[in-house]
């Protein structure tokens, strides 16, 4: 067997937008209408379908899935699990968002049945993933109340235990499939500030593991970097976190592939 070069970022983002794969969110109220625009704009095709009598089949014609905890609801978990069980079942990767998992015992729960399931991606905040692997986070809802290098151990650890590529995101994001990591600076300080940005992330994490489903390291590294990217693009000028939300829109929409990999932007860790 030949072995291939994996691609760069900056090439994974190409082929994202060539392709536009279709991507299954299954994702919160507060997030569906965002995250559905943020992947047009960034050049994928989203698909918000999560009842249980139709997500399964769904799943097996989506290139990925991606599932958030963000207002669950047992309907709602029913139908993440039955979307699950199609996309492993067609060899499609997916994407978990455990969000404020941690702020009571039936999301604890929830986080938990769904993460034994083997996500192919778990991206979360630093209080998500600290408290995922066990630790005492300052996190109370969905916003991170710790930073993200006091979540990199437990990134580490919780990679290697579950056999999924783990992202960290904040200021600096940091991503490690166990063996290898990275950290991905840029973006903004105004993206904490509009809601549903990282939910939106989770499901163009989707989006890249749909077209490298072989190198879900590299495709997460990949679709971090393109906020990282039109974050910074739309920081330029923004008056605050409502003609910031705007701009990031045009932002993605604009983005040259090149932009994710100018200067330091991706760091080995
Ligand atoms: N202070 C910051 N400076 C630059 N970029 C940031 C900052 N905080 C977050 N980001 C970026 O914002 C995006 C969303 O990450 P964040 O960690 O805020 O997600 P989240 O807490 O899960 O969000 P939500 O739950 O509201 O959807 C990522 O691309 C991250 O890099
Ligand atoms: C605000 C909020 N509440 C539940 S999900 C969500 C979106 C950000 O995670
Ligand atoms: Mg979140």
């Known amino acids: 067997m030949t072995s291939q070069k994996t691609a760069g970022a900056a090439e994974l983002h190409a082929r994202m937008r060539q392709t536009a794969p279709l991507v299954q969110c299954i994702t919160n109220y507060v997030a569906m209408n965002v995250a559905a ?3 047009l704009a960034a050049g994928a095709s989203p698909a918000m379908v999560h009842a249980e009598e139709e997500a399964g089949e769904f799943a097996r014609i989506a290139g990925a899935l991606t599932v958030n905890i963000g207002t669950l609801s047992p309907g709602w978990v029913g139908g993440m699990k039955t979307a699950i069980a199609g ?4 060899g499609r990767p997916w994407v978990l ?3 404020a998992h941690f702020a009571t015992g039936y999301r604890r729960r929830v986080a938990a049945e769904l993460l034994a399931l083997r996500p192919t991606v778990v991206r979360g905040n630093a209080s998500e993933i600290i408290a995922l692997d066990g630790g005492v986070s300052a996190g109370q809802g969905a916003d991170a109340g710790d930073p993200v290098e006091q979540a990199e151990e437990a990134a ?3 990679s290697r235990a579950h056999g999924a590529v783990v992202a960290v995101t904040g200021p600096v ?3 490690t499939d166990g063996r290898r990591a990275a950290r991905i600076s840029g973006g903004s ?3 904490p500030k509009v809601t ?5 992330l989770t499901c163009l994490v989707g989006a890249f593991t749909a077209v490298a489903p072989d190198a879900p390291f590299e495709a997460t590294v990949a679709a971090l970097a393109t906020f990282a990217a039109a974050g910074e693009a739309a920081d330029q000028g923004a008056g605050g976190p409502g003609s910031f939300a705007v701009r990031f829109l045009d932002a993605l929409h604009g983005l040259d592939s090149q ?3 100018v200067g330091e932007r991706i760091r080995p860790a």
Do not use: H, I, W
Not at 87 to 90: K, P
Not at 196 to 200: V, W
């Open 189 to 191: 300080a105004l993206m």
């Open 173 to 175: 994001d940091f991503v």
């Open 196 to 200: 549903a940005l990282g939910c939106s």
């Open 87 to 90: 996309a492993m079942a067609a």
């Open 97 to 99: 968002d455990p969000v």
């Open 37 to 39: 625009n943020v992947l």
């Open 259 to 261: 932009a994710l990999e």
């Open 156 to 158: 580490r650890r919780l």
